[in-house]
Nanobody, 126 residues
Framework: QVQLVESGGRLVQAGGSLRLSCAASGRTFASRAMGWFRRAPGKEREFVAAISSSGGSTSNADSVKGRFSISRDNTKNTMWMQMNSLKPGKTAVYYC???????????????????WGQGTQVTVSS
């Protein structure tokens, strides 16, 4: 079993930056691809970014390319997402997700993630 705890969400002005963290429990963090998803009010949860188990491969949604970057440190069982140039009205709950142990490749598909955190709220003011 894996437990994921997100942190770093807060109120931020449009154009600002924010860094989200995801701390994972367990000894198999390094074998799992990880991802970030978000859910805006009234919308479906959508893919934001993903990173392979080694950190050597990443994937971003088109809407965040050039502004968000995902990273991880397997020695700390932690993943981050640096978010720059945040856009007004893009308030959402951001979720950290993990694949099964051994599933090392990135994926944008929500159903291919097996563990989820509780989410952290990011509010972007105009």
């Amino acid at each position: 079993q894996v437990q994921l705890v997100e942190s770093g969400g807060r109120l931020v002005q449009a154009g600002g930056s924010l860094r989200l963290s995801c701390a994972a429990s367990g000894r198999t963090f390094a074998s799992r691809a990880m991802g970030w998803f978000r859910r805006a009010p009234g919308k479906e949860r959508e893919f934001v970014a993903a990173i392979s188990s080694s950190g050597g491969s990443t994937s971003n949604a088109d809407s965040v390319k050039g502004r968000f970057s995902i990273s991880r440190d397997n020695t700390k069982n932690t993943m981050w997402m640096q978010m720059n140039s945040l856009k007004p009205g893009k308030t959402a709950v951001y979720y950290c997700a993990a694949r099964l142990g051994g599933r090392s490749l990135v994926t944008k598909i929500r159903g291919e993630y097996d563990y989820w955190g509780q989410g952290t709220q990011v509010t972007v003011s105009s």
